[in-house]
């Protein structure tokens, strides 16, 4: 993230002298990029580590006979299935009841917050398509997740939340780390 705060305002330059030259563009690119020591892809890294964990993990919380019935902590009292507190009969098609799940929502509000004071990619807002792909992240992806995670097993989202809480303080320990 430092290094494409670094790149950033060359890059541009970049697109600005070879806009009608794209593969010259894309050549001078990877040159400032290799000379940065900047790799594109290196923030798809953590997730892609993390996806071969994330699949077996949705199925043991679904299937585990251990985690059924099993008193957790708080409202939680199973870990195997979604953590209601209420169910709100809408009378939609399509959409039925909802279910009101605390995790999700914890979820939600602490990915807002991770995206609001610690972006995980830096802004450029002279580029009105980068200022709406921002927003999108912001407002938009968090949004996403609690419709996705809602009905996922509160073992899950509860790993899931503390992966985020986690996040937010390396994030953290990471630009006071930079600064200084």
């Known amino acids: 993230m430092q290094k494409m ?10 697109q600005k002298k070879f806009k009608d030259n794209p593969a010259k563009m894309q ?3 990877m040159k400032l990029y290799k ?9 798809c890294l953590p997730l892609l580590i993390q996806m071969p964990i994330l699949f077996p ?23 195997s299935v979604p953590d209601t507190v209420a169910i709100l009969h809408t009378g939609l098609p399509f959409i039925g009841d ?8 914890i979820m939600t509000a602490l990915t807002f917050v991770q995206q609001k004071f610690a972006p995980m990619t830096p802004t450029d807002d002279s580029d009105p398509a980068q200022r709406f792909n921002q927003k999108f992240l912001q407002y938009g992806m968090p949004v996403m997740f609690f419709f ?33």
């Open 5 to 14: 705060r670094e790149v950033m305002p060359r890059q541009k330059e970049l």
């Open 27 to 29: 050549q001078e690119l």
């Open 35 to 43: 000379e940065v020591g900047y790799n594109p892809l290196s923030g």
């Open 57 to 79: 993990i949705y199925q043991v919380f679904g299937e585990s006979i251990d985690l059924r019935q099993d008193d957790f902590m708080g409202w939680i009292n199973d870990l």
């Open 98 to 105: 909802f279910h009101v799940n605390p995790l999700p929502i």
């Open 148 to 180: 996705i995670f809602n009905n996922f097993s509160s073992g899950l989202v509860l790993y899931w939340t503390v992966f985020n809480v986690l996040t937010m303080l390396q994030q953290l320990l990471m630009s006071k780390h930079v600064i200084k």
